[in-house]
């Protein structure tokens, strides 16, 4: 059975940090493309970032220079690195994983987590 568990949400003032991990069971993250979406209250679930099995990395603008995508194939996990987060970057992310080429749309994303909340607030 497939498990994908989220973890390390939380509130924190704006320009902190966070580092969410991703923690898989039943698949091998390294095999497959690993995306992290959000959403946010009232909004749709968009893409933030993803990984694929060769290590190649993807973010969406609003994200990039501030969030890091990692993988460490012995734990199966999956992270998450936020630093200089802002107020707009307050969601629930979603874990997903995928074989499609199409990294970046929900559609490509078979199995998700459920879900952590991050909130930026001061």
């Known amino acids: 059975q497939v498990q994908l568990v989220e973890s390390g949400g939380g509130l924190v003032q704006p320009g902190g940090s966070l580092r969410l991990s991703c923690a898989a069971s039943g698949l091998t993250a390294s095999s497959l493309t690993m995306g992290w979406f959000r959403q946010a209250p009232g909004k749709e679930r968009l893409f933030v970032s993803a990984?694929?099995?060769?290590?190649?990395?993807y973010y969406t603008d609003s994200v990039k220079g501030r969030f890091t995508i990692s993988r460490d194939n012995a734990k199966n996990t999956v992270y998450l690195q936020m630093n200089s987060l802002k107020p707009e970057d307050t969601a629930v992310y979603y874990c997903?994983?995928?074989?499609?080429?199409?990294?970046?749309?929900?559609?490509?994303?078979?199995?998700w987590g459920q879900g952590t909340q991050v909130t930026v607030s001061s």
């Open positions: 990984i694929r099995s060769r290590g190649f990395t």
């Open positions: 997903a994983a995928s074989n499609s080429e199409n990294y970046f749309l929900k559609s490509g994303y078979s199995n």
